[in-house]
């Protein structure tokens, strides 16, 4: 894959391969936050804005959470939800359930909630998860471009790696067999030591060996379940030392 410049996402890209965790998924996460962050500091006064966020119902529940951190936002937050709640009510009031007929009753058609679900329902995406998916594309995106660099490559194969949905993800955009064993190289390793760890933990649990003091496969069954999931949890690696990420640390 051709090179672009080495700008600013190339060094968050290769700044985050030791930090703990999938690096895409820290990165992504940074990218959400700051845009919440950016939103409920001035953007929330923007008329257009409130309108999208009122159109989409506000938030994901993974982007509420994110939001409950921020009580000195707290008024941007009323705010949005304040315009939502309203028209809400609003359809609340104005939706009288409809009475449907025997028959459309007999063939489940019609039910007296339908009008005020439609009214209620919204079909517009979460707008954090928007930016969410525009950051995963990029980075992926910048993943695959340098994974033949020497300097990103050594990163990578250094680092935590990836967790499955963004390793899937990188691989389904890779051109050349070595770009496939670029990527596949480091993680079948990490995987190696990963399923050691996971034998050695599985055995000292055994009460023939619980006597055993327990080493880096202690929070391996946490590591584990993060690798396959992805998300800014726990490290994938005994080198995160079984702390929880911290996914926009500096």
């Given at each position: 894959m051709a090179k672009s410049g080495k700008h600013t996402p190339y060094f968050e890209l290769l700044e985050a391969q030791p930090k703990a965790g999938c690096p895409v998924c820290r990165l992504v996460y940074k990218a959400t936050d700051r845009y919440l962050d950016s939103l409920l500091y001035e953007a929330v006064l923007d008329?257009?804005?409130?309108?999208?966020?009122?159109?989409?119902?506000?938030?994901?529940a993974t982007h509420v959470e994110m939001l409950g951190r921020r009580p000195g936002r707290a008024l941007g937050i009323a705010l949005i939800y304040r315009d939502i709640i309203r028209a809400a009510l609003t359809s609340a009031e104005e939706y009288a359930p409809n009475a449907p007929s025997k028959l459309d009753t007999l063939l489940g058609r019609n039910k007296p909630g339908t009008r005020l679900v439609q009214a209620l329902h919204t079909d517009q995406a979460c707008p954090a998860c928007q930016i969410g998916a525009?950051?995963?594309?990029?980075?992926?995106?910048?993943?695959?471009?340098?994974?033949?660099?020497?300097?990103?490559?050594?990163?990578?194969a250094?680092?935590?790696?990836?967790?499955?949905?963004?390793?899937?993800?990188?691989?389904?955009?890779?051109?050349?067999?070595?770009?496939?064993?670029?990527?596949?190289?480091?993680?079948?390793?990490?995987?190696?030591?990963?399923?050691?760890?996971?034998?050695?933990?599985?055995?000292?649990?055994?009460?023939?060996?619980?006597?055993?003091?327990?080493?880096?496969?202690?929070?391996?069954?946490?590591?584990?379940?993060?690798?396959?999931?992805?998300?800014?949890?726990?490290?994938?690696?005994?080198?995160?030392?079984?702390?929880?990420?911290?996914?926009?640390?500096?």
């Amino acid at each position: 894959m051709a090179k672009s410049g080495k700008h600013t996402p190339y060094f968050e890209l290769l700044e985050a391969q030791p930090k703990a965790g999938c690096p895409v998924c820290r990165l992504v996460y940074k990218a959400t936050d700051r845009y919440l962050d950016s939103l409920l500091y001035e953007a929330v006064l923007d008329p257009d804005v409130r309108a999208k966020l009122k159109a989409a119902q506000g938030f994901c529940a993974t982007h509420v959470e994110m939001l409950g951190r921020r009580p000195g936002r707290a008024l941007g937050i009323a705010l949005i939800y304040r315009d939502i709640i309203r028209a809400a009510l609003t359809s609340a009031e104005e939706y009288a359930p409809n009475a449907p007929s025997k028959l459309d009753t007999l063939l489940g058609r019609n039910k007296p909630g339908t009008r005020l679900v439609q009214a209620l329902h919204t079909d517009q995406a979460c707008p954090a998860c928007q930016i969410g998916a525009e950051a995963e594309h990029n980075y992926t995106t910048l993943m695959l471009e340098y994974i033949e660099d020497p300097e990103f490559q050594e990163a990578y194969a250094q680092g935590e790696g990836l967790c499955f949905p963004h390793l899937l993800a990188v691989l389904d955009l890779a051109n050349t067999p070595d770009e496939v064993r670029n990527l596949i190289d480091p993680q079948a390793e990490r995987y190696r030591t990963m399923l050691h760890e996971l034998d050695e933990f599985i055995r000292k649990r055994d009460h023939r060996f619980r006597h055993e003091p327990m080493g880096d496969e202690g929070d391996v069954w946490l590591r584990a379940m993060n690798m396959i999931v992805g998300g800014a949890g726990w490290g994938l690696s005994a080198r995160s030392g079984g702390r929880r990420s911290d996914p926009i640390e500096h």
